[in-house]
């Protein structure tokens, strides 16, 4: 159980919604348990962490890693974080600032919000367009259109837009122009995104 999507065995009445959901044929991956009852795994190596089967399983049987864990530990530790929030952490905080204000007492530095990345994503779109003459482009905002891309339609590549996404830009622009010292933790609803942030290029 090493990859970021997993099933919780125990859990799993191999109903099939996660197969049904999915955008990727081999990720989920059938067998028999050591109780000889059916059972759906994830494929790690053909998963995209879309997150799909964890909404579509009613059982909860689906569940994701996340860091949050070593957020809070390094804060105890006194380690310097700050905090980019994506604009979808409105949606599922409904008391976003109250969240924001228990953080900062925890000792969370700044605060920023990923749409100032949008802000830097759109106007190097626009910049890339002009400079490389492109009619049309695939935006990377989300991971799993990139992970899809990658692993099963490589073809896709050159359609991709030169440009990080607005998380990526935000951060770049944290580090390059504010430069902003100490680790930066991002809050977000979204899965995938742990990919991006943990891919080398």
């Given at each position: 159980?090493?990859?970021?999507?997993f099933?919780?065995e125990?859990?799993?009445?191999?109903c099939?919604?996660?197969?049904?959901?999915?955008?990727v044929?081999?990720?989920?991956?059938?067998?028999r348990?050591?109780?000889r009852?059916?059972?759906?795994a994830v494929?790690?190596?053909y998963?995209?962490s879309?997150g799909?089967c964890?909404?579509?399983c009613?059982?909860?049987?689906?569940?994701?890693?996340d860091d949050t864990e070593?957020?809070?530990?390094?804060?105890?530790?006194g380690e310097?974080?700050?905090?980019?929030?994506?604009p979808?952490?409105?949606?599922?905080?409904?008391?976003?600032?109250?969240?924001?204000?228990w953080?900062?007492?925890?000792g969370?530095?700044?605060?920023?919000?990923?749409?100032?990345?949008?802000?830097?994503a759109t106007w190097?779109y626009?910049?890339?367009?002009?400079a490389?003459?492109?009619?049309s482009?695939?935006?990377?905002?989300?991971?799993?259109?990139?992970n899809?891309?990658?692993?099963?339609?490589?073809e896709l590549?050159?359609?991709?837009a030169?440009?990080?996404?607005p998380l990526?830009?935000?951060?770049?622009?944290?580090?390059?122009v504010?430069?902003?010292?100490?680790?930066?933790?991002?809050?977000?609803p979204?899965?995938?995104?742990?990919?991006?942030?943990?891919?080398?290029q």
């Amino acid at each position: 159980m090493s990859g970021r999507i997993f099933t919780i065995e125990e859990k799993c009445k191999a109903c099939n919604k996660c197969i049904a959901v999915c955008p990727v044929d081999a990720a989920n991956q059938v067998y028999r348990a050591y109780d000889r009852e059916r059972k759906v795994a994830v494929g790690e190596r053909y998963c995209i962490s879309c997150g799909a089967c964890i909404k579509a399983c009613d059982h909860g049987a689906r569940d994701y890693r996340d860091d949050t864990e070593r957020f809070f530990e390094d804060l105890a530790a006194g380690e310097k974080i700050h905090l980019v929030a994506a604009p979808a952490a409105q949606v599922n905080f409904p008391q976003l600032f109250r969240l924001f204000g228990w953080l900062k007492s925890l000792g969370v530095g700044n605060i920023y919000d990923v749409s100032l990345g949008a802000d830097i994503a759109t106007w190097a779109y626009l910049q890339a367009k002009k400079a490389l003459h492109l009619d049309s482009m695939i935006a990377q905002p989300c991971p799993s259109i990139v992970n899809y891309c990658e692993r099963y339609l490589p073809e896709l590549l050159p359609s991709l837009a030169p440009i990080q996404s607005p998380l990526i830009c935000l951060a770049i622009y944290l580090r390059q122009v504010e430069h902003l010292e100490g680790k930066i933790a991002f809050l977000s609803p979204c899965i995938a995104k742990a990919d991006e942030i943990e891919d080398p290029q």
